[in-house]
């Protein structure tokens, strides 16, 4: 009776979390939310605030790139193409920046997206764009290199995507796609044409990934649960195993932790604490985060800001329903070093290396915006 009434208390948590979210969808370009809507939380004394709790004098930011094109950007890779060296998607589109920090190219999106990765189906070099869903009240799709949608995933019957992800699970040089939905719906595979191969049940599975675990060439799909546990499936969907980390696992990230050439870890937001697991859930580390909460999303990258100095972590944690985002950044002791509150959706960021130098930049995205963060001098 008593894991009845918490699935069903979780349940109506998420149901008043989509419903911040859609809201948020709703309002007009660069709105803020003055106060949220009665029966959601109110935003933290700490956070209304936008400014540098820490560090002031650490780091410099300045704007890397102003384009509304994007909307609010949720991913950002390095040297997509020969003539660009930076690719950013989001909300509103695409565009590729040259190294001289001018826009190249754009792509407009045909359809509403809510949070769109680059991806590259056949692997033949040509970007097309996943769009993961809408966190139990949006479809998922996949769109081509020109924006236009090739499919959803998504409509009735089922209609409670929280996520999707893609990744190549049988390593045929095809990426394939796995589902993650509210309820109980549990978590399907689909093939590059969004059919679906596979269902297996599981409640409320907030987020799911496709992951090289072991550093081994074997994909494997690890996701989240009502449970707040890990499971990891292999390509077929057997559960190969199952924990329950130190805090409650929702909304993770995956990112190579403390630095690109290490193994991906898991990376997880708790009240005040910032946490990095493996896949079998042992804690790797806990990061001293103040005003983190289990109601935001994070997402991890390593920066070296300095030539022959050890890296640092970046993290941005962000509220989608204040639309406000708090960077850290610790040292290579995990000691926090700095802290921001930013007015705005930041739901990417990315280290961006310096031409013939092992030094890199910090660019952190928000909305129409791209700031970079640099080594005071």
């Known amino acids: 009776m008593l894991e009845r009434r918490a699935f069903g208390l979780i349940r109506i948590a998420g149901l008043l979390l989509a419903a911040g979210f859609v809201l948020c969808r709703l309002l007009p370009f660069g709105t803020a939310l003055a106060a949220p809507p009665p029966g959601l939380p109110e935003r933290p004394p700490a956070l209304k605030q936008a400014g540098v709790l820490k560090g002031d004098r650490a780091f410099d930011k300045s704007v890397f790139l102003a384009d509304r094109g994007f909307g609010s950007a949720t991913h950002i890779i390095s040297n997509p193409t020969r003539e660009a060296r930076l690719g950013i998607a989001g909300t509103g589109g695409a565009v590729f920046v040259s190294a001289a920090g001018e826009v190249t190219s754009r792509v407009k999106f045909s359809s509403q997206v809510s949070f769109v990765e680059f991806v590259d189906v056949e692997k033949d070099g040509v970007w097309e764009f996943l769009n993961r869903g809408g ?5 998922a799709s996949l769109l081509d290199h020109e924006g236009r949608r090739l499919w959803t995933f998504g409509a009735k019957p089922v209609t409670a995507v929280n996520d999707m992800a893609a990744g190549d699970l049988d390593g045929d040089g095809v990426l394939d796609f796995v589902v993650g939905f509210n309820g109980a719906d549990g978590v399907r595979r689909l093939d590059k044409d969004g059919k679906v191969q596979w269902q297996e049940p599981d409640g409320n599975v907030w987020h799911v990934e ?6 081994e060439g074997t994909a494997e799909i690890v996701h989240s649960n009502v449970g707040g546990q890990i499971s990891v499936r292999d390509q077929n969907g057997k559960l190969l195993r199952r924990s329950k980390p130190g805090t409650y696992f929702s909304s993770f990230s995956v990112c190579r932790w403390p630095t ?3 193994l991906p870890h ?10 990095l697991y493996d896949f079998d859930g042992t804690t790797m580390a806990t990061l001293e985060a103040p005003h983190a909460s289990m ?17 640092h972590f970046a993290v941005v944690v962000e509220f989608s329903l204040w639309r406000v985002s708090v960077l850290y950044l610790y040292n290579h002791e995990h000691e926090l070093v700095f802290q921001e509150v930013i007015a705005d959706k930041c739901l990417s960021l990315a280290s961006l290396p310096r031409d013939k130098s ?11 915006k791209v700031w970079k963060y640099t080594a005071a001098k």
């Open 295 to 311: 109601l935001g999303s994070a997402h991890g990258a390593s920066v070296r800001f300095k030539t022959g100095e050890p890296s």
């Open 210 to 215: 496709i992951v090289d675990t072991k550093g």
């Open 358 to 368: 092992d030094v890199e930049e910090l660019l952190v995205g928000g909305t129409g």
């Open 135 to 139: 966190q139990g009240w949006g479809d």
């Open 266 to 275: 898991l990376l997880n937001v708790g009240d005040d604490v910032i946490s």
């Open 260 to 262: 690109p050439k290490d």
